[in-house]
């Protein structure tokens, strides 16, 4: 089948985010059809040995396995390469995989990490104890504050990773600062921009070098499958990251790429009426509960910082209650939005990370991460957002607040 992509990147980087969202990196086989297809295949066959030769040798474009490439899978990351304005994207098949292969690709024995001290559960483990295990060592800091990466930073220090917003407590992390300290002493920033995505932040305008992604959360937006991503340079894409997906294999399979090509073409209107419904919901609660994380509303410490560098609030926030029994009666009490620890998804869906999602970080961490035993976290999906207020409204009455 002759593929013909009628894409040129020296026209579509022009094309503004929402309208590469949906239709950067389209490649239309030769039957012309509108919605991208699914080339749900192992292999490749070739018209001749010759052929086969040329390709294994990189003198031939084309196929050659799927663990190495697929047309639908390549359409996904010409997309969201254009939309971070990166050079080239590899996309994983979780999240997970994308935070593993982006540090794992790059680091070896002897080199130092700084990484922020709040971030998601499973990043934590990778920066406590895998890169440890092989002789990466680690340190985490308050990532709010700059200084701290300046203060942890050594000879071997190779990279800096944090997420912004952070995964639960909403710190935001200063790009420009943290980014601009980490160029001066030549070390490399990974940033996990799974809360905004880029269609609310580009890192890289602030001076990031590596991007990367849970796509299971606002990418697909509808809670059906797990994805990820690694925005970069070519160079470091081509030459770092390949090798070691190439031959270690978290390959995104060409279904869930197609579902994520499909999700990204409501990207934009998506977290944008999601943030709005986020704030509505957030100046509800505002008062009403003992403490209140949401990076929209005034009274986030870091709201005019998240504001410069995001262009609306995201989907998700975090609220206080009084300890571990009134989060779970809360939760318990509501019957529109779910209990469930999945974010980005259109529904309504909330969750107890002392007891889900940071269980498995060790209670000291948890505290000095600023998740304590009584706080919520909410991702705010597109109901109508007075049925999420009543919901909450009768659910906190119940539990006497
Ligand atoms: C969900 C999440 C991940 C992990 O992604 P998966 O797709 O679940 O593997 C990493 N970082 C952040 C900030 C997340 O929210």
């Not at 870091?302 to 995201?314: I, N, T, Y």
Request: with cysteine; hydrophobic share 40%; charged share 20%.
């Amino acid at each position: 089948m002759k593929r013909k992509t009628g894409q040129d990147r020296s026209i579509t980087k022009h094309w503004r985010p929402a309208t590469q969202a949906v239709r950067g990196g389209t490649a239309r086989s030769e039957w012309g059809e509108t919605s991208e297809a699914m080339f749900l295949t192992s292999g490749y066959a070739y018209d001749c040995a010759g052929d086969a030769a040329a390709r294994f040798a990189g003198d031939q474009q084309g196929m050659t396995y799927s663990r190495l490439q697929n047309p639908t899978v390549e359409m996904l990351e010409e997309r969201i390469a254009l939309m971070e304005g990166a050079e080239a994207c590899r996309t994983m098949a979780s999240g997970m995989a994308a935070m593993t292969a982006a540090l794992l690709c790059q680091l070896e024995a002897g080199d130092h990490v700084v990484a922020g001290r709040a971030a998601f559960g499973s990043c934590r483990w990778l920066v406590d104890t895998l890169l440890p295990k092989f002789g990466i060592e680690t340190v985490t800091v308050d990532a709010r504050d700059p200084q701290a990466f300046i203060d942890a930073a050594k000879d071997n220090t190779k990279l800096f990773f944090f997420e912004t917003p952070a995964n639960p407590t909403m710190d935001v992390v200063d790009l420009t600062a943290v980014c601009g300290i980490a160029k001066e002493r030549g070390i490399l920033t990974l940033v996990d921009n799974a809360f905004a995505t880029s269609a609310l932040q580009r890192p890289m305008e602030f001076g990031a070098d590596i991007v990367a992604y849970s796509a299971t959360k606002m990418m697909d937006g509808q809670g059906r499958v797990l994805a990820g991503a690694v925005c970069g340079t070519e160079e470091f894409v081509n030459e770092t990251l390949l090798p070691f997906t190439r031959n270690t294999g978290p390959t995104l399979s060409a279904f869930n790429a197609w579902v994520v090509l499909k999700g990204l073409e409501t990207l934009d209107m998506r977290i944008r009426r999601q943030s709005e419904n986020s704030v509505k919901i957030g100046s509800f609660l505002e008062g009403r509960v003992p403490r209140i994380l949401h990076p929209g509303l005034p009274s986030h410490p870091q709201h005019d910082l998240a504001m410069a560098q995001m262009s609306a609030c995201g989907s998700v926030f975090s609220f206080e209650v009084e300890g571990r029994g009134q989060a779970h009666g809360l939760l318990d009490a509501l019957t529109l939005i779910d209990i469930s620890n999945n974010i980005g998804d259109s529904r309504s869906l909330m969750t107890h990370p002392a007891s889900t999602t940071h269980s498995g970080v060790a209670e000291d961490k948890r505290l000095e991460m600023g998740i304590s035993e009584g706080m919520l976290r909410i991702n705010v999906g597109l109901e109508d957002p007075q049925d999420l207020i009543d919901d909450l409204d009768a659910a906190l009455s119940k539990v006497g607040l």
